[in-house]
T-cell receptor
């Protein structure tokens, strides 16, 4: 079956530091890939997505590139802010479109 | 305002006492899903529905039931809750296979 593996947290950074959260996946066919963010006490919100190989998703300074050769979708941001503190989930959706499979989540803490 | 609404937000109940968590969306979405979120496991899909009267099992359906009698509502039913169903539950909806999923704010369930 499909699976998503992302780095365990928490990741603690100082403001303006560079962020990378690794995500790799196992899937058949050509899944779509997503990053979701969950702020404290809230549901998940879509951060960015990519639907085919070599696509780059970007939003709010965050980027991730769909790398089929390495089955990866790493999340990056050049300069994090305190307001970026949240839990980040990598996810894939199967070809049929009926299943979203999530990684375990990575908690990011940004200190001033 | 487009939203997915879950009720209740918090619930503590005893083993074996039937309960229902409601989910309603106002976006006329066809697809609706239920997930549970547990530490280190990310979100796992319990059930999903592709339209009225069409439901199917996700990854962890045991101990749960759902129904989809109307397009906007997708209640999650625990006929005989057990302590291992203590978790944070999220309902989500989307319009078609290629679109973003919108999540509710979550229901924190404790079964004692």
């Amino acid at each position: 079956g499909n699976s998503v593996t992302q780095m365990e947290g928490p990741v603690t950074l100082s403001e303006e530091a560079f962020l990378t959260i690794n995500c790799t996946y196992t899937a058949t066919g050509y899944p779509s890939l997503f990053w979701y963010v969950q702020y404290p006490g809230e549901g998940l919100q879509l951060l960015l997505k990519a639907t085919k190989a070599d696509d780059k998703g970007s939003n709010k300074g965050f980027e991730a590139t769909y790398r089929k050769e390495t089955t990866s979708f790493h999340l990056e941001k050049g300069s994090v802010q305190v307001s970026d503190s949240a839990v980040y989930f990598c996810a894939l959706r199967n070809n049929a479109g009926n299943m979203l499979t999530f990684g375990g989540g990575t908690r990011l803490m940004v200190k001033p | 305002e487009a939203q997915v609404t879950q009720n209740p937000r918090y619930l503590i109940t005893v083993t074996g006492k039937k309960l229902t968590v409601t989910c309603s969306q106002n976006m006329n979405h066809e697809y609706m899903s239920w997930y549970r979120q547990d530490p280190g496991l990310g979100l796992r899909q319990i059930y999903y529905s592709m339209n009225v009267e069409v439901t199917d099992k996700g990854d962890v359906p045991e101990g749960y039931k759902v129904s989809r009698k109307e397009k906007r509502n997708f209640p999650l039913i625990l006929e005989s809750p057990s302590p291992n169903q203590t978790s944070l539950y999220f309902c989500a909806s989307r319009t078609d296979r290629g679109s973003e999923a919108f999540f509710g704010q979550g229901t924190r369930l404790t079964v004692v």
